[in-house]
T-cell receptor, first 108, second 114 residues
Framework: QKEVEQNSGPLSVPEGAIASLNCTYS??????FFWYRQYSGKSPELIMS????GDKEDGRFTAQLNKASQYVSLLIRDSQPSDSATYLC????????FGAGTQVVVTP | GAVVSQHPSRVICKSGTSVKIECRSL??????MFWYRQFPKQSLMLMAT?????????EQGVEKDKFLINHASLTLSTLTVTSAHPEDSSFYIC??????????FGDGTRLSIL
């Protein structure tokens, strides 16, 4: 079992719709969770960080964490073509543990 | 603006050349810097952890004599790929870290060895 699991996609989302990305992890001791966005040929950029159970909202992005279910998700509201990228679910255990990434394609 | 600067952004050189990549944290003192490598359509793979003033810690399978890391100050780490060969062609990315903060990545260096 991989330490961080994500559906690789591609996830096709119509412009203006909500993109829902899911991530599960195996280490129950994980405390710090991040979503990074990576455009093709570029390095990852931090979108959201979340450390406690529940929801965290930042603009069009909402991260959700459920430690009991070992589940992290990211919602992107009002998806725009510029949101087309690979989204990485990442855990910090001293070293970052990366999911394989979910490719999101927002279609006009 | 960028908090981590990486230079150069792209290098094309002949096989056997040594290539140095610099990573600078611009607005904070990074206790730790990390070096990653990313091959096409794969996720980032940690190569080594660099702590200022001490030897880098390399991940299993990464040759420390081939990938030389120097962390001379709290704002600068360098990765030197020695005697590079075509199989070393990859996207190299650094990140800077301070306690209790997410890692910030540099813009990456695309290395192409001919």
């Amino acid at each position: 079992q991989k330490e961080v699991e994500q559906n690789s996609g591609p996830l096709s989302v119509p412009e203006g719709a909500i993109a829902s990305l899911n991530c599960t992890y195996s280490d129950r001791g994980s405390q710090s969770f991040f979503w990074y966005r990576q455009y093709s040929g570029k390095s990852p950029e931090l979108i959201m960080s979340i450390y406690s159970n529940g929801d965290k909202e930042d603009g069009r992005f909402t991260a959700q964490l459920n430690k009991a279910s070992q589940y992290v998700s990211l919602l992107i509201r009002d998806s725009q073509p510029s949101d087309s990228a690979t989204y990485l679910c990442v855990l910090d255990r001293g070293k970052l543990q990366f999911g394989a990434g979910t490719q999101v394609v927002v279609t006009p | 603006g960028a908090v981590v600067s990486q230079h150069p952004s792209r290098v094309i050189c002949k096989s056997g050349t040594s290539v140095k990549i610099e990573c600078r944290s611009l607005d904070f003192q990074a206790t730790t810097m990390f070096w990653y490598r990313q091959f096409p359509k794969q996720s980032l793979m940690l190569m080594a952890t660099s702590n200022e003033g001490s030897k880098a810690t390399y991940e299993q399978g990464v040759e420390k004599d081939k990938f030389l890391i120097n962390h001379a100050s709290l704002t600068l780490s360098t990765l030197t790929v020695t005697s590079a060969h075509p199989e070393d062609s990859s996207f190299y990315i650094c990140s800077a870290h301070r306690a209790d903060q997410p890692q910030h990545f540099g813009d990456g260096t695309r290395l192409s060895i001919l």
